[in-house]
Nanobody, 128 residues
Framework: DVQLQASGGGSVQAGGSLRLSCSASGLSFDEYGIGWFRQAPGKEREGVSCINSSDGSTYYADSVKGRFTISSDNAKNLVYLEMNSLKPEDKAVYYC?????????????????????WGKGTLVTVSS
């Protein structure tokens, strides 16, 4: 069974940093793309960043470009989201998700509707 577990959330002040981790089991990064998504209260879930760990290609939402970095440790089946210069508007529950692609996959458009498996979220709170 595919299982995803996000961790690393917490509470920081604006300008601070957090690193989220997504532990994936039951899948191979050669066949699955991984993404980070977030959902703030009263808002729709949005794609933050996605990665094709097989070829290293990445996608970032405009709102996080230059501040967030996605990376993977393929040997450990871990995907990270390094979040710097956090803003109050980054406050949300962050989820990691996986999409099976089989042969080739582009991390864009990083659409939540395309993802096949979801982990439980981790809460990120940013105070001003």
């Amino acid at each position: 069974d595919v299982q995803l577990q996000a961790s690393g959330g917490g509470s920081v002040q604006a300008g601070g940093s957090l690193r989220l981790s997504c532990s994936a089991s039951g899948l191979s990064f050669d066949e699955y793309g991984i993404g980070w998504f977030r959902q703030a209260p009263g808002k729709e879930r949005e794609g933050v960043s996605c990665i094709n760990s097989s070829d290293g290609s990445t996608y970032y939402a405009d709102s996080v470009k230059g501040r967030f970095t996605i990376s993977s440790d393929n040997a450990k089946n871990l995907v990270y989201l390094e979040m710097n210069s956090l803003k109050p508007e980054d406050k949300a529950v962050y989820y990691c998700a996986a999409e099976f692609y089989g042969h080739s996959w582009s991390p864009a458009p990083c659409d939540s509707q395309d993802m096949d498996y979801w982990g439980k979220g981790t809460l990120v709170t940013v105070s001003s």
